[in-house]
């Protein structure tokens, strides 16, 4: 017997995925920014979560766009 896969259950098996990306990345800018406000721009790419963001933040362009 061959087994069905409905597309609307691997979208719906995605979703929490997609909402725990968005509160990593929003904790990622909280922490950037207050670098960027105690310290300025230099402090803030100084940080190592700044490779993450722009690693993260090309991913998410190359697979949602």
């Given at each position: 017997?061959?087994?069905i896969v409905d597309?609307?259950?691997t979208f719906l098996n995605l979703q929490p995925i997609?909402?725990?990306y968005i509160i990593q990345t929003l904790g990622v800018l909280?922490?950037?920014g207050?670098?960027?406000l105690k310290g300025g721009l230099e402090k803030m790419k100084a940080n190592s979560l700044w490779v993450l963001?722009?690693?993260s933040s090309a991913l998410y362009t190359a697979i949602y766009l």
């Open positions: 017997m061959k087994k597309q609307r259950f997609k909402i725990a909280l922490i950037l207050h670098d960027f963001f722009i690693l």
